[in-house]
């Protein structure tokens, strides 16, 4: 009997010490990533326009060799296509059978 009661007590100390620790890794990431977190943004978002590109592309006149595969994920990022479109300096939509402004 004493022997289960010193075994729950084994189980809940370990899984305190496992949420403890799991909770000192996240902060230990927290402030090791946050001075870094503008550049990752950053090449986040240039990393997201150069897709951008890639799938609108032919569209915009651009021979793009992979067309064929990037065409069905136009449906899925033409809701972002507005904000590319005016990050890159575009002031109207480049496409002509597509106006988002």
Request: net charge negative; aromatic share 12%.
């Amino acid at each position: 009997m004493s022997d289960d009661h010193e075994e729950e007590g084994r189980a809940a100390r370990l899984e305190r010490i496992r949420a403890w620790l799991s909770q000192a890794r996240f902060f230990a990431e927290e402030v090791y990533s946050s001075r870094y977190r503008g550049a990752i943004a950053r090449a986040r978002r240039d990393e997201d326009d150069l897709f951008m590109l890639l799938v609108f592309s032919e569209m915009m006149g651009v021979p793009n060799p992979a067309a064929y595969y990037t065409l069905e994920l136009q449906p899925l990022l033409l809701e972002r296509f507005h904000d590319w479109h005016q990050r890159m300096g575009m002031e109207r939509s480049p496409l002509d059978h597509f106006k988002c402004c």
